[in-house]
């Protein structure tokens, strides 16, 4: 988005982010054992999820997660490990059907920086 010749990033915000979106993302975990669901923001706007799915050899009873249903608690931590992102992702790590972390990156761009032969960074 240009304003003046300026760039104007949007943030991310829940308004940007629709009920079938947060679905399928918490689909995405809700469905994944154990691995990562990966979620790229560029721009303020969601661009990819990536799921990542390990699969376990062994056949081990005690890592069994049974059913899972949908959780407000979850669903209400996806939207604000997204609220005000600009560029960056969120990773949420998941074993024995739960998540165990997440973590945010937000990237920061610089207008005008060059690199020492001006030809950016």
Same mark, same amino acid.
Not at 44 to 66: C, F, M, W, Y
Not at 74 to 101: M, N, P
């Given at each position: 988005?240009? /304003? /003046? ?9 829940? @308004? ?6 947060? /679905?399928?993302?918490?689909? @995405?975990?809700?469905?994944? +054992?154990?691995?990562?669901?990966? *979620?790229?923001?560029? +721009? ?5 999820? +990536? ?5 376990? *050899?062994?056949? @081990?009873?005690?890592? @069994? ?5 949908? +959780? ?12 005000? *992102? ?32 001006? /030809?950016?960074?």
């Amino acid at each position: 988005m240009k /304003d /003046d010749g300026k760039v104007i990033h949007r943030q991310l915000s829940t @308004a940007n982010i629709g009920n079938s979106v947060v /679905d399928s993302i918490e689909d @995405a975990i809700i469905g994944n +054992d154990f691995g990562t669901v990966v *979620l790229t923001v560029q +721009d303020g706007h969601l661009l990819q999820i +990536d799921i990542v799915r390990k699969n376990l *050899l062994v056949s @081990a009873p005690e890592l @069994a997660t049974g059913s899972q249903r949908r +959780d407000p608690v979850l669903r209400s931590r996806i939207v604000k490990s997204l609220e005000g *992102l600009k560029f960056g992702q969120v990773i949420f790590a998941v074993k024995q059907g739960k998540v165990v972390q997440i973590e945010r990156t937000e990237k920061t761009k610089w207008p005008r920086v060059e690199g020492l032969h001006g /030809d950016g960074i």
